[in-house]
């Protein structure tokens, strides 16, 4: 298969990912409503699953082929992105303020994980049993979330639930989304792996940059727009949220599918992970204010951490 072929079936993979992840969103949204949950009930769960969806089912479609580099890589890929590009473009757009609670509760709850997830991943391999204690910290991270925060939030759902339609159409809208990011995820994973494989690129680089990118469309479009209308909380929000739910749940499920086994050359990608996490945190500590400046520089360290990936990489030729 040509590099351009493999290209354009990588690029077919990801905007049929983004479009299902979409139809998921606003089907299971509406079918939360039907169902009497409250708007923040929907936004832990339908948001939270909504914008990752992408990347558990990429996760698992590329360790189901048995490309588990590609399923950890875009697993820790994405957590980079969300954190140094998303938020880097969005404080470009505008100043993101961050709320106390997120500065001093969730983002370091964030890092916890992440470290957590380290611990686990370090000796290269994630059996079914520590899958299953990585989704087990995902439903004790929830309840946490619903018990401690008194307030509902609201997560830019307000489109998506405008119009309710009958119950039947939402379920409908739940499975061909599900359905969706199936088959996007099996076509991403086979453009993805013919074009490393095309390029002499290990795949587990590939899911760190190329596919950890496409599968943060979601995050970033968010990120976007609610940066344009000023809901900062949600901004900041949406992507601590989205890096838990990745380590936590797509990590987890993908291992309890079938376990993951990490090249040691992929080793250098978890302490990037867990250093952007950390600095971050200890910059919103110290200034709780992502100014245009600060993007600039978020987005710097990602094009840096880009380069690194394929120049520095000596699996790469």
Known sequence: MTQ????IILLVGLAVLIVAADILVRGSAQLAKHLGLSPFAIGVTVVAFGTSAPELFACIGAAIQGETDL???NVVGSNIANIALILGIGGLIMPIAVHKRVRFVEIPLMCMVTLG?????IDGVVTRFEG?????GLIAYVTYIVRTHKEDIEHGLEDAVAKIKPMWIDIIYVFAGIAGLGLGAKVLVLGSVDLAESMGIPAGVIGTTIVAFGTSVPELAATIRAAISKQIDMAVGNIVGSNVFNLLSVLGVTAMVKPLIMD????????AMLGVALLFMVWILVRPVIA????LIL???YLAY?????IGNPGVS
């Open 132 to 136: 299953g204690v990585l989704f087990a």
């Open 299 to 301: 987005l710097t360290g």
């Open 117 to 121: 997830a380290i611990a686990i991943l």
């Open 264 to 271: 040691p050359s992929m080793s250098w990608h978890l302490w």
């Open 4 to 7: 351009v072929l493999s290209i």
């Open 292 to 295: 245009r400046w600060s993007g």
């Open 306 to 310: 880009v380069v690194v990936s394929y």
């Open 71 to 73: 399923a950890i890589g």
